[in-house]
């Protein structure tokens, strides 16, 4: 069968956004992997779907899946990508059965996984998808991050009849609560792959939803064998707050962190230079803080919006207050005075040393946010399980989708019959190059999906209509 200029091999799997195969390009004879996805039938909302993939599809980085082309067949849009013929890793780690992987092809993993999502991050893009089985490795033992920005294209249209919700095992307990996936959520999603890594275990084993949630809402999960290093203990314990704005960035970790020592050889050039800078700030010495707090010290945290426009104007999508970016302004800050006044100048980490328990030991005048998370501490409220029960928990490794169409309101493909045409001319598409224009090193600062989507009420109105 022809796909396109590609001869098909194989169909290699069915996941939520479509079908992935195996191919063969007729003229060069490599091997490569078409993902196909469900163009909206609506032609307004074409050209959007067309630019945020050809945008996703354009990133280049050592530890991303390399884009090779798209092509559009019938309603299908064909993105065509690097095959790692290395698998996934989820395979590596079932393969290993009971033995261990060995330190340093876990720091080795970590570290380009980790190189790969600041990549996407820096560029301001979210994964929302990150697990071990879109991890892939080549031949050569090189990690690449796959399957991302599936989520951007289907949320990038308001024709597709889905709403984006990720992989239970892996999201994040914000996600749980139905607030704003934000870059943080990856960190969450990373932790629990290298989790996975360091005990070929999930961190949040459980045999119901209900327990799932509240494992996941309470960060609760089996300390690392003692055999591994404590700056390892110590990442994941920050990767897993159930508070996004305390787990570090991707930056952090690279850069900064008790771990970046660790991770230091076996990062790509690109991410060594950052992550040297980094490291010469690692350890400060009176001068070099005296400086810093000077900096400092002109310096305040101001709030700026990062909506633009809200481009959903259905009710299925509910537009919520703009999500805020801190960024810094000229004026003195007595918050970071006071915090500079007493911290010790020896590591640019100590900020970072927060000690708190996972679980909610919030003192009286907690905000209403972390109020609503103690509750959770009990039970997940019984809207969100009785939304669940209908679907089993086998399926919490899959990628979820509420789907309106479909009978299984919670997953649903969105593949169509294969198509034996693939002919058709390249899509012209204007992509906004601007947005892929990195942000600068020192811009370490928390974002969120631009247009979020209350999934808990949008699967409720399904259930009540089916
Ligand atoms: N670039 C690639 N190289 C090699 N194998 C790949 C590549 N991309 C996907 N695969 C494999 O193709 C199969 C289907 O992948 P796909 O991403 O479509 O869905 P999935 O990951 O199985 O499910 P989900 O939608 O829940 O994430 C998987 O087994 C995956 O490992």
Not at 39 to 49: A, M
Not at 102 to 127: E, T, V, Y
Not at 318 to 327: F, L, N, V, Y
Not at 403 to 422: F, H, K, T, Y
Request: with cysteine; glycine share 4%.
């Amino acid at each position: 069968m022809e796909v396109g200029p590609y001869s098909l091999i194989k169909v290699i799997g069915e996941g939520s956004f479509g079908r992935a195969l195996l191919v063969r390009c007729k003229k060069s004879q490599e091997k490569y992997v078409v993902k196909e996805i469900q163009l909206p039938k609506n032609q307004s909302k074409l050209e959007n779907t067309r630019k945020e993939a050809v945008l996703l599809s354009r990133m280049k980085h050592p530890n991303i899946v390399t884009f090779r082309e798209a092509f559009e067949a019938d309603d299908l849009l064909c993105i065509v990508m690097e095959y790692c013929s290395g698998g996934d890793l989820l395979g590596k780690i079932r393969q290993q059965k009971a033995a261990q992987f060995c330190l340093d092809d876990i720091l080795k993993w970590f570290a380009q996984m980790c190189a790969g999502a600041k990549h996407i991050h820096d560029k301001r893009i979210l994964h929302r998808d990150l697990k071990s089985k879109n991890i892939f490795l080549t031949d050569n033992g090189t990690i690449k991050l796959g399957d991302f920005g599936s989520a951007c294209i289907l949320n990038s249209s308001k024709a597709y009849a889905h709403t984006y919700v990720g992989t239970p095992y892996y999201v994040a307990p914000e996600i749980w609560d139905n607030k704003p996936y934000n870059n943080k959520s990856d960190v969450w999603s990373l932790g629990c792959v290298l989790y996975e890594l360091c005990t070929l275990r999930h961190p949040f084993q459980a045999s119901s939803w209900k327990s799932l949630i509240l494992k996941v809402c309470r960060g609760a999960y089996p300390p690392l064998p003692n055999h591994l290093p404590y700056e390892l203990q110590y990442l994941l314990k920050q990767m897993f707050k159930t508070n996004p704005k305390d787990r570090p960035s991707l930056h952090t970790i690279i850069t900064s962190h008790r771990v970046s020592r660790l991770l230091r050889s076996h990062l790509p050039s690109q991410e060594m230079e950052t992550e040297q800078r980094g490291m010469r700030t690692g350890r400060w010495n009176r001068e070099e803080g005296k400086k810093v707090a000077d900096f400092l010290a002109k310096k305040t945290l101001i709030q700026t919006s990062t909506f633009e426009g809200m481009e959903f104007s259905e009710d299925r999508c509910e537009a919520k207050e703009p999500g805020h970016r801190k960024q810094w302004a000229d004026k003195p800050s007595d918050t970071v005075l006071q915090v500079l006044g007493s911290a010790s100048l020896l590591s640019s980490d100590s900020m970072a040393s927060n000690t708190q328990t996972p679980t909610c030991s919030a003192p009286d005048n907690v905000s209403e946010d972390s109020r609503q998370r103690r509750r959770w501490q009990r039970d997940p409220p019984e809207r969100l399980l009785s939304l669940l029960e209908k679907a089993p928990l086998s399926r919490a490794f899959s990628t979820f989708l509420i789907n309106r169409a479909g009978d299984d309101p919670l997953v649903g493909p969105l593949s169509q019959p294969p198509c034996d045409e693939a002919d058709g001319p390249e899509p012209e598409v204007a992509v906004d190059e601007e947005r892929l224009q990195p942000r600068s090193d020192d811009e370490d600062t928390d974002f969120e999906e631009e247009s979020p989507c209350d999934w808990i009420r949008e699967a409720e109105k399904m259930f009540s209509e089916h």
